[in-house]
């Protein structure tokens, strides 16, 4: 396709699917509907779902579309099993349903903390560095090592796959120690509550907000969560050589409590809306 047309994209979450054209020439993007998203209902409604986020877009040209793993983005088959969201689709061509529902020849799927990464590297934190690496955070951890703006996924300077949530630290996977799960069960640990109300509307985002009103619980919660991340990525930025790394995802609004724990280049996102938008278009075009 010629880069003066823009590009449609669906970035796919849990719980929300957000449509939008990118524009290959400014980046600039049109946001066209963040639309709610079931993903524990069955894969015939998750399909349906996304087809309907999809006709409001422009599909003459494709689709690019950024999704959490596990996903084989190369033949468009979904492998989410035991993440509490999209259970439905395991084993299921999600690429042949929605090119046969939209009448579509080209889907491009990209990983969404790969999109947010290229994303970030083409019109973001990143930009014009050689080497860097992208980092969300929320119900897991996302990891992209780029090079040249190119995604490295194998070799002994990344992690299997470029991916660090397939990691252990001190014997434990790495989201055992850092994600909303283990953040909220820490935390809880740590409170002593085991009643249900208790934890009724408590995220993140709240024990963030705690810690920043004084709570001493709430801030040693994070500062050790995220005392983990930094000391799990370390040995992985001195072998690839990383000059930057930059947070997106919900959890990374908590940075301004844990930013001294880290003792490199770390940024936060300016833009988490868009980032990923930008980076699926842009894969959608060098592809």
Known sequence: MGNSSGVSVLEVGGSHVTAAVVSPDDWAVE???RAKLDSRTTAEEIVA?????????PLANGLAMAIPGPFDYETGVSWHRGVQKFDSLYGHDLGKSLRDLLKLDRIVFVNDAEAFSIGEWSAGTLRGLERCVGVTIGTGIGTAFLSGGRVVRSGDTVPPGGEL???????????????????????????????????????????????????????????????????????????????????????SGAFDLVHQVFPYDVVVTDDTEHSGLIGAAARFVTD
């Open 31 to 33: 946001l066209v509907e």
């Open 49 to 57: 779902q996304l087809g309907r986020a999809a006709d409001q877009l």
């Open 165 to 251: 949530y397939r990691t252990s630290y001190q014997g434990k996977p790495i989201e055992d120690w850092i994600s909303s799960r283990a953040i909220l069960a820490s935390y809880f640990d740590r409170v002593g509550s085991d009643r249900g109300a208790d934890r009724e509307g408590i995220g993140v985002k709240e024990i963030a907000e705690s810690a920043r009103a004084g709570s001493k619980v709430a801030h040693e919660v994070l500062v050790d969560a995220f005392s983990v991340l930094s000391e799990a990525l370390t040995p992985w930025l001195q072998r690839f050589d990383a000059t930057r790394v930059v947070f997106g995802g919900a959890i």
